[in-house]
């Protein structure tokens, strides 16, 4: 990586007055949570847009939440990495800053991040299929598969945002308003494939912000943006930091 590359980012950075960070389950992969895509990125053997469905709950709740179990495990037995650490530091760094992140593992918030959307829901959540009531389940492992309402005895599901499921509307406004309104956008680990928040950066480069990428690979939104940082979130953004903190500790 050219260190050009990082003061350019760094510089962007330093004089803008709105930065919105943009993440996906990249930025949770040296914390160990596997991606969805890409070489490692096989959940098991299954497909997230096979498993993360309404119909695949109707069909098999069993299975669906055996996934999500298997999931949470993992999540719950890894940390946020110092990519995670650095977006919740430039909180305070940055005045206007708010982070959107695809992903539901929840690293975002155990770094302490707060100005955060959660646009596809939190594998921390669940929420009774009867009446939407949503509540809070950390156990792991699930104490009963599947789990039920407490209250009605109705079945549980994720408080997650499958495929083929529309995003919460305020959640969704807030991002995109969010993405028009920013001078830089950090899109961070992520294939960019996964609507509507692939849209997000083009959403906020059509509003004249200047779009930094950081990923190990090429995506469809590289030729898009104004720097291209080829490498790891764990690694890249700290090293910006450490660029911002040298210019103004
Ligand atoms: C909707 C919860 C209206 C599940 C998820 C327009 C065009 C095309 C398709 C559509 C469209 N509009 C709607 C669709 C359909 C669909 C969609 O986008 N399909 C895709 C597959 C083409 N979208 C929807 O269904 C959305 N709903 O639009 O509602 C509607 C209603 C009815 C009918 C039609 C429309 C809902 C989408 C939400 C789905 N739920 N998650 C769960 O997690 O259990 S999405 C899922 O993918 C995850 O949330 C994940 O975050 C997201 C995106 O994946 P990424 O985060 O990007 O992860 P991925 O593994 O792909 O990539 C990781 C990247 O990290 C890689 O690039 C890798 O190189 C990089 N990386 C690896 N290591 C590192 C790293 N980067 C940095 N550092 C590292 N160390």
């Known amino acids: 990586m050219l260190s050009n590359e990082f003061a350019s980012a760094a510089a962007l950075l330093r004089d803008a007055e709105r930065v919105v960070a943009l993440t996906g389950a990249g930025i949770s992969a040296e914390s160990g949570v596997p991606t969805f895509r890409g070489e490692h990125g096989l959940w098991r053997q299954f497909r997230a847009e096979d498993l993360a469905t309404p119909d695949a709950f109707a069909r098999d ?4 939440w055996e996934w999500y179990d298997w999931r ?12 995670h650490a650095t977006l919740a530091a430039w909180e305070k760094r940055f005045p206007g800053f708010e982070l959107i992140t695809q992903n539901v593992d929840g690293l975002h918030a155990r770094a302490g991040s707060t100005r955060l959307a959660e646009l596809h829901g939190n ?11 949503v509540s809070e ?7 009963t598969i599947p789990p039920r309402c407490p209250q009605c005895g109705a079945l549980l599901r994720p408080h997650i945002v499958w495929f083929g499921e529309s995003l919460e509307p305020d959640v969704l406004d807030r991002a995109f308003s969010l993405s028009g309104a920013c001078d830089v956008m950090l899109v961070i680990g992520t294939s960019a494939l996964v609507h509507p928040a692939a849209s997000l950066p083009y959403r906020a480069a059509a509003s004249g912000a200047k779009i930094i990428e950081i990923n190990p690979t090429t995506t469809p939104l590289t030729a898009e943006a104004d720097i ?10 700290p090293a910006i930091d450490r660029l911002l903190r040298k210019e103004s500790p």
Not at 61 to 64: M, S, T
Not at 72 to 83: C, D, K, L, T, W
Not at 137 to 143: C, I, M, Q
Request: proline share 9%; aromatic share 4%; net charge positive.
């Open 228 to 237: 291209a940082l080829q490498g790891k979130a764990g690694e890249i953004l």
């Open 72 to 83: 949470r495990g993992i999540i719950a037995g890894v940390s946020p990495n110092p990519g």
């Open 61 to 64: 709740p069993k299975l669906v």
């Open 137 to 143: 389940d950390h156990f792991v492992p699930l104490k």
């Open 123 to 133: 594998i921390w959540k669940v929420r009774c299929t009867k009446d939407e009531t």
